[in-house]
């Protein structure tokens, strides 16, 4: 069975200032790999997803994610954030075959001091 | 606009009663899930729908069922069954061919006293 750990609960950065959130995970086979987004008192919507080929995954508002196979790493990063980044973040994992049940990691919360 | 409609988005209820959350999407998706969230656990997955008139558990299905008679149509059903009941519900829906890019409603949030 896959499982995903974040790494870090709650993460406080400055406007401006660079982020990574850690994201790893544990499976016996090949995995796919997503990060989500939270926003307050909304549902989930997906940032970036790695299926195959460039480990160097872009995605929506500036957010870009590096898979790791050797070290089982998804971490999603910013160069630069905003007050608007503010949100939850959930890395999750599915095989690329049968059920392809996401199972998702706890979460991150990333605040955003001005 | 195409998208997936919860509601209500606050509901209380007494404890011992069911109650029914709604979830309905006009993407023409075939798949659907319900998940619950609770703080610092991330989503766990209650039950998923591949087809109408098809449903699976996930991994924490006691105490809810669901039904899947339109394709549109996902609600869940929360029993008295269910041990905690209060927390956040999310409904999903995907494409069937890719099960992981899943669109999210925007919650329903349970309170059972």
């Known amino acids: 069975a896959q499982s995903v750990t974040q790494l870090d609960s709650q993460v406080p950065v400055f406007e401006e200032a660079p982020v990574e959130l850690r994201c790893n995970y544990s499976s016996s086979v090949s995995v796919y790999l997503f990060w989500y987004v939270q926003y307050p008192n909304q549902g989930l919507q997906l940032l970036l997803k790695y299926l195959s080929g460039s480990t160097l995954v872009k995605g929506i508002n500036g957010f870009e994610a590096e898979f790791n196979k050797s070290q089982t790493s998804f971490h999603l990063r910013k160069p630069s954030v905003h007050i608007s980044d503010t949100a939850e973040y959930f890395c999750a994992v599915c095989k690329p075959q049968g059920a392809q049940k996401l199972v998702f990691g706890q979460g991150t919360r990333l605040t955003i001091n001005p | 606009d195409g998208g997936i409609t919860q509601s209500p988005k606050y509901l209380f209820r007494k404890e011992g009663q069911n109650v029914t959350l709604s979830c309905e999407q006009n993407?023409?998706?075939?798949?659907m899930y319900w998940y619950r969230q609770d703080p610092g656990q991330g989503l766990r997955l209650i039950y998923y729908s591949q087809i109408v008139n098809d449903f699976q558990k996930g991994d924490i299905a006691e105490g809810y069922s669901v039904s899947r008679e339109k394709k549109e149509s996902f609600p869940l059903t929360v029993t008295s069954a269910q041990k905690n009941p209060t927390a956040f519900y999310l409904c999903?829906?995907?494409?069937?061919?890719?099960?992981?890019?899943?669109?999210f409603g925007p919650g329903t949030r349970l309170t059972v006293t």
């Open positions: 999903a829906s995907s494409l069937r061919d890719s099960p992981y890019e899943q669109y």
């Open positions: 993407l023409n998706h075939d798949a």
